[in-house]
């Protein structure tokens, strides 16, 4: 990791500055009661300062990496992600700016990011660096992927600057990085393991297990599993001001059950690999809208999906390494629809995606201040389905990115271009045109002055997203005409760092601009009985993020972290000729923010966090009768860590939504009001 | 950390202005006519869809006593009813001095005092479709008589008793049964089947009242929709077709013979017939262009053959960008048709004179749907 190194060096002053701190405060706060795995380490490595020196350089660099990152990064360690009051993703998207999250209630309830007003179908998720797809409705269901097994999650508006990256990295208007956890073993011992339990509200049980073996010094191997079980019903309060009743949310149970085995090699100092299989199933029940009359409804979703996934890097030279990353994915969704009986019986609709993916990185440093790299993905999808006039599509897709990053002391610069190729075929009926794009994009940070406190950034980005398998093949609806509906994005920010010895104080902001044309909508069709996708939409977003972080050490036993976030969003539909130009695009609130504080002291963590949603409206036109309420909930958790039996034990209490706020996300998908978490973890 | 709590703070008095009371009734009056006191006619409620999930179905009232169209009149009269009018009004029907509003994804018929607007009774029947009135009895159509059996796949017409408005009789008809005429003592009902594409349904069910018992099937096109009557007894059934291969068609059963007697090639998505004529418009969609080609189109249901012309007025046709619902004026035969647009705001109502000539435009509710005329208590 070499251009890493170079990337890190201009900014040596600052990292050593930064270390001191961190040195300073880690070892009084985040050592003892950040994360588990740091407790260990100081538990018995306390003296072992080459442990603790990794933990100070990781944090380090995620901080540095915001500083000089010509896209605007967010990031959440697993630190910190343990001290949120939150369970999977989705809880922890929230706190980033510029995200709306979709959230349809419950612990079972579809979880899907909207960021910065573009639609779920820009964003990329990647797992370990391998992008996570929906061929069929293009979004990822963050609900879904638990936070127990996760060391970062990090979100890139723009692209990922990386160049191990692979070519869809470059294919997304903005990228959600979920990394797993790695193998953490203490000092010379065989094994780790790490035993969760939740529960609480909801009927929520939630035990989780993580165990990593190592094999050899070259070979280690880990192994995660969970278990979500909830009947997932709570009260909440239906009222329009005039009338005004209590009710309970029903058929919103869920049972899930995940499992991840993975292998980590380190054949050389020059080469790596890993191979990851992941396993999740599910059965859930799917609550709905409540609506007058409607307090139950008979839906069900099941879900399964399973994954193979490996990576394997070798560095050939100081000047070359190569990068090689492959998938198999299957899907498989069946929903159930007791209130609609045909021939056939009861609406028993069953999806299978399959995906081939592979992929391949080079990447030259051509002189110390220039990489460059080659990225080529190659990806197979298929859907199979037992629909009316299903065609069967299978989609190809070849993507090939040319990337390059320049260094200088105080310019950083990435130019990118993406060639996308897309051929479809069908087994019945029309397909898709075929398609090719190429798509560009600039990203750039600046040093200013002489110190290195501020740096300054921009990006251009122009990027697409295909129609979906619904989109373009759904029965009665689908269009085989559409074109990918496209986004242009401008951005300009600042990053703010300063450090002493007790103290850390940051600020990132950015202003930027967002435009999609030809968004792919549903408009009345044929006759007055079908929808059709068509490439109608045009909206124009002008937003602002600010972001802020303070860290300040009192004394060795205590410590405060704040952050606080803003987002502004002005997302204006300006379709020629639409019913509602000029109207903010629904769910997109013009204000929403959060702050957190989280405490340390002694042993005891006091982590307390607010949210805020401003008004919005749930349908195209900005009138009364659309309008949705602000919405704001104050969460609360206390953890504790004590040693049991030699190994730390602790005790979490949370309790979320503290002043009962009864609202919704979704119009008529009422949210929980207060709820109560009791976790119990233990390290060996 | 003095900063962040001030600024903490002032997010928190900033933003914490949420309003307790969301309830508001539209108070926006429109004006459209002049007041006429002298009026045949009371007025003409109109009943808005509201899409589905989104729980915005209302009722809008048009008075012509004041020249007044009023909004959210079900709201209006009835603050405290828990989720309001509901999910998709699908049908809206006056019998003596009481209003039935058929509000499919809310599974309930809202009985409703015709003069005030109050509730009187829910009935609750599921994914219930379309109602008619015959001595003393209303007749729905429903997509399923039991919901969640696999075995039964057939919808029914429900038999309700207009005094004790409580569900007196059931049959079993055709697959999704959808609109329904009651005439001479038996009931047409136009079976869809559009649970089971490509099953769909091809026949009218007709139904003996005395018995309630289906007698017989009457075969006229794939998945049947509009049905409506003329003077002589003539049923005018609109076909969907399959929306691919098979096109949308208009046929003509005789109640005497209870056959098809006329086919007309027209893709009919709404009509309604009025002192012999059928006013009827057609939709068709370009897949190219993402437009709809919409024709309004006269029938004379005495000769039964298509009158030349549009009924509406050279230049106003591209006023109206989803035609949804039509009415005739029985006192002067002005043409209401109602506008969806999008499906996602609200509507608008247009009122054309008998020529076809512009009249005036008030805005409705969301997906307004079906226009009921009330008639001056005798």
Excluded at chain 1, 428 to 435: G, L, M, N, T, V
């Amino acid at each position: 990791m070499s251009w890493l190194v170079y990337l890190v060096g201009a900014k040596l002053n600052e990292v050593r500055f930064l270390k001191y701190f961190y040195n300073s405060i880690l070892i009084g706060c985040l050592a003892c009661c950040c994360s588990v795995s740091v407790f260990a380490q100081e538990q018995d490595t306390i003296s072992t300062t080459t442990t603790l020196k990794e933990v100070v350089l990781k944090y380090n660099n995620s901080q540095h990496k915001k500083h000089v990152s010509p896209a605007p990064v967010q990031t959440l360690d697993g630190a910190t992600l343990t001290r949120l009051n939150s369970l999977n993703v989705a809880d922890a998207i929230r706190y980033f700016s510029g995200v709306q999250l979709k959230d349809y209630g419950g612990i079972g309830g579809l979880k899907t990011v909207n960021i910065r007003s573009m639609g779920s179908q820009h964003t990329g998720v990647f797992y370990d660096g391998v992008r996570l797809g929906n061929a069929q409705n293009g979004q990822v269901d963050l609900g879904k992927y638990s936070l127990s097994n996760m060391e970062e999650v990090s979100l890139y508006q723009g692209q990922r600057t990386d160049l191990d990256q692979s070519a869809n990295g470059y294919a997304s208007a903005n990228s959600i990085y979920l990394k797993s956890k790695l193998p953490d073993f203490e000092n010379e011992k065989k094994y780790a393991a790490d035993l969760t339990f939740k529960t609480g509200s909801f009927g929520l049980v939630n035990p989780s297990l993580s165990f990593d073996y190592r094999l050899s010094d070259k070979l280690a191997a880990r192994i995660s599993s969970e278990l979500v079980s909830a009947d997932g019903e709570y009260e909440f309060r239906y009222t329009n001001g005039s009338y005004d009743t209590i009710a309970v949310r029903n058929n919103a149970d869920i049972k899930s059950y995940r499992l991840e085995a993975a292998l980590y090699g380190n054949p050389s100092e020059k080469s790596s690999w890993q191979i990851k299989y992941y396993f999740f199933d599910s059965e859930r029940g799917l609550p709905g809208a409540i609506v007058a009359n409607r307090f139950e409804r008979p839906q069900r979703l099941w879900d399964q999906n399973s994954f193979v996934q490996g990576e394997f890097r070798y560095e050939v030279s100081d000047s070359y390494f190569f990068v090689i990353r492959g998938k198999y994915e299957d899907v498989y969704t069946r929903y159930v629809d007791p209130e609609i009986v045909s021939l056939d019986g009861i609406l028993d609709n069953r999806y299978n995606q399959k995906k081939y993916y592979t992929s391949i990185v080079n990447t030259v440093k051509l002189k110390p201040f220039w990489d460059v790299s080659l990225a080529s993905d190659f990806e197979e999808s298929t859907l199979d389905a037992n629909l009316y006039r299903f065609a069967y599509p299978k989609r190809f897709t070849l993507l090939n990115a040319l990337a390059s990053n320049f260094f200088f002391k105080r310019v950083n610069l990435q130019l990118s271009v993406l060639s996308t190729t897309v051929y479809e075929t069908v087994q019945a009926y029309d397909s898709a045109d075929d398609f090719q794009k190429f798509s560009p994009s600039v990203l750039l940070n600046v040093q200013p002055f002489q110190n290195s406190d501020l740096r300054l950034r921009a990006f251009y980005k122009n990027i697409f997203r295909m129609p979906t398998f619904n989109d373009l093949y759904y029965t009665f609806v689908g269009n085989t005409f559409l074109r990918p509906e496209d986004s242009e994005q401008i951005d300009f920010g600042f990053s703010y760092q300063h450090a002493n010895p007790s103290a850390f104080f940051e600020v990132q902001a950015d202003v930027y601009k967002v435009w999609i044309t030809d968004k792919i909508v549903a408009v009345p069709g044929a006759n007055l009985f079908r929808w059709m996708m068509l490439n109608l939409g045009k909206v124009e977003t002008t937003g602002v993020e600010v972001g802020l972080k303070s860290s300040l050490k009192f004394t060795a036993d205590l410590d405060v972290t704040g952050m606080v976030n803003y987002t502004y969003q002005k997302s204006i539909d300006v379709t020629p000729g639409s019913n509602s130009y000029g109207d903010q695009i629904p769910y997109i609130p013009l204000n929403s923010g959060s702050a957190t504080v989280m405490a340390g002291f002694k042993a005891f963590q006091l982590n307390y966090s607010f949210i805020y949603t401003g008004s919005r409206y749930s349908q195209k036109a900005n009138i009364e009768s659309n309008y949705v309420q602000p919405w704001y909930t104050h969460d609360l958790s206390v953890n504790y860590t004590f040693p049991f039996f030699e190994n730390p034990m602790q005790v979490g209490v949370e309790v979320n939504n503290v002043l009962n706020q009864q609202y919704d996300v979704i119009k008529n998908f009422p949210m929980p009001g207060r709820s109560y978490r009791l976790t119990l973890n233990y390290t060996l | 950390m003095k900063k962040f709590l001030l600024l903490f703070v002032t997010v928190l008095s900033v933003y914490s202005c949420r309003t307790d009371d969301t309830f508001s009734v539209d108070d926006d009056i429109q004006q459209p006519e002049e007041p006429d006191v002298e009026s045949v006619l009371k007025g003409f409620y109109v009943v808005n869809e509201g899409n589905m999930f989104m729980n915005k179905a209302s009722l809008d009232f048009m008075d012509f006593e004041s020249g007044e169209y009023k909004r959210e009149r079900f709201k209006d009269a009835n603050p405290n009813e828990v989720g309001g009018l509901g999910d998709v009004a699908n049908d809206i029907g006056i019998y003596g001095s009481k209003m039935y509003i058929v509000v499919n994804a809310s599974n309930k018929v809202e009985v409703l005092d015709v003069k005030t607007g109050e509730k009187l009774k829910q009935i609750n029947v599921d994914n219930c479709r379309y109602i008619t009135f015959y001595e003393g009895k209303a007749y729905l159509s429903t997509y399923l008589g039991v919901i969640g059996d696999p075995s039964a796949p057939q919808g029914q017409v429900n038999e309700i008793d207009t005094t004790s408005l409580s569900v007196t009789r059931k049959v079993d008809v055709g697959r999704q049964p959808e609109e329904l005429v009651a005439y001479n003592n038996k009931i047409y009902v136009a079976n869809s089947g559009g649970y089971s594409p490509p099953d769909y349904e091809t026949t009218v069910s007709v139904i003996d009242i005395p018995s309630f018992t289906e007698t017989k099937r009457i075969e006229v096109g794939i998945n049947l929709h509009r049905l409506k009557i003329d003077d002589e007894g003539d049923l005018y059934v609109s076909s969907r077709g399959d929306y691919f291969e098979t096109l949308s068609k208009l046929y003509v059963v005789d109640t005497k013979t209870e056959t098809v007697k006329k086919t007309f090639d027209l893709a009919v998505s709404n009509m309604t017939i009025h002192n012999n004529i059928a006013y009827i418009y057609s939709t068709e969609f370009n897949y190219f262009t993402g437009e709809n080609t919409i024709s309004y189109s006269k029938l004379d249901t005495k000769t039964e053959t298509i009158l030349d012309g549009s009924f509406i007025a050279a230049g106003n046709e591209d006023l109206i960008q989803i035609p949804y619902g039509i009415a005739i004026n029985p006192d002067n035969e002005d043409i209401y048709i109602t506008d969806a647009k999008d499906y996602v705001t609200p509507g608008d109502l247009y009122c054309f004179d008998s020529d076809g000539e512009f009249k005036w435009k008030v805005v409705t509710g969301d997906i307004p749907a079906k226009i009921q005329f009330v008639y001056q208590p005798q």
